[in-house]
């Protein structure tokens, strides 16, 4: 039986979308990024319960990266502006500045994750390819940075909530 490589890679490539795409929608190791943020107290989203950072300083650091990593990711105009780190990436403030924040943060968040799913989804935009305006960079990579660091800091997050007594015991 002959083996026609280019649908096995064809194949291959499609599973690895897939994948990513299951990653970045969370839930499979850890706990999903919509369940820790969500009901998550307004009084107690400055507080940092121990640990170096607040929920909010957490919650808008994933939205920064992931953005930041968006933005990268779409540079095919030469528009991208790279951050500086750590200062652009952490917020200062403790605290939400309004009512309104987080739930407009967490949006955010979710609206830039579709607009990834969206990028790895698309058959036409390769996986493997380096950017051209990267150092080697590719959206397999990207994908899969964005996966890593917001299920990192989902964890400080949960464990947070732990530690503020805010995170249902199962």
């Not at 280019?6 to 490539?13: A, P």
């Not at 400055?46 to 990593?69: C, F, M, N, T, V």
Request: charged share 25%.
């Amino acid at each position: 039986m002959a083996i026609d490589i280019e649908e096995e890679q064809r194949r291959e490539l499609i599973s690895a979308r897939k994948e990513v795409i299951s990653a970045l929608n969370g839930g499979n190791a850890h706990a999903k990024f919509e369940d820790v943020v969500a009901n998550f107290p307004a009084k107690l989203q400055g507080e940092k319960g121990g640990l170096p950072y607040s929920g909010w300083q957490l919650l808008e650091h994933i939205r920064i990266a992931q953005h930041d990593i968006l933005m990268f990711c779409m540079n095919q105009n030469g528009t991208y502006k790279e951050l500086n780190f750590p200062d652009d990436f952490w917020p200062k403030e403790l605290a939400p500045p309004n009512a309104h924040a987080w739930d407009k943060s967490v949006g955010w968040v979710l609206s830039d994750r579709v607009a990834m799913v969206k990028l790895i989804g698309n058959p036409r935009t390769s996986l493997l390819e380096p950017f051209p305006w990267g150092e080697g960079q590719n959206l397999l990579r990207e994908g899969m940075l964005i996966v890593d660091h917001t299920s990192y800091h989902v964890g400080e997050l949960l464990a947070l909530r732990r530690l503020l007594g805010i995170w249902p015991a199962h």
